[in-house]
Nanobody, 126 residues
Framework: QVQLVESGGGLVQAGGSLRLSCVAS????????MAWFRQVPGKKREIVAV????????YYTDSAKGRFTITRDNAKNTLFLQMNFLEPEDTAVYYC???????????????????WGQGTQVTVSS
């Protein structure tokens, strides 16, 4: 049974920082590309960042570039998202997910994820 448990969300002022964590079990974490998505009520879940299985390749959406950093600890089956210079527009529920990819291409990493945690709420006040 796959379990993804996100934590680290909270309320922060604009310009502040948060570090999200996701502990995974029931899947071959060290062989999976892992990603962070986010969702606001009434909108589609959107990708934020992706890490290859080794962490050697990463992808960020334009809104995350330069502010967010995705990392992973394969020994602890844990995925992280360091978020700096947070903006009110970053307010959302953040989810981690993963899948096996054979080539780290946009086509392979932007969709096709089937496992989801309960999410962690991030609220950025202005």
């Amino acid at each position: 049974q796959v379990q993804l448990v996100e934590s680290g969300g909270g309320l922060v002022q604009a310009g502040g920082s948060l570090r999200l964590s996701c502990v995974a079990s029931g899947l071959p974490f060290s062989r999976y590309a892992m990603a962070w998505f986010r969702q606001v009520p009434g909108k589609k879940r959107e990708i934020v960042a992706v890490s290859s299985w080794s962490g050697g390749n990463t992808y960020y959406t334009d809104s995350a570039k330069g502010r967010f950093t995705i990392t992973r600890d394969n020994a602890k089956n844990t995925l992280f998202l360091q978020m700096n210079f947070l903006e009110p527009e970053d307010t959302a529920v953040y989810y981690c997910t993963g899948k096996q990819v054979y080539d780290f291409t946009l086509e392979s990493i932007l969709s096709g994820y089937n496992y989801w945690g309960q999410g962690t709420q991030v609220t950025v006040s202005s």
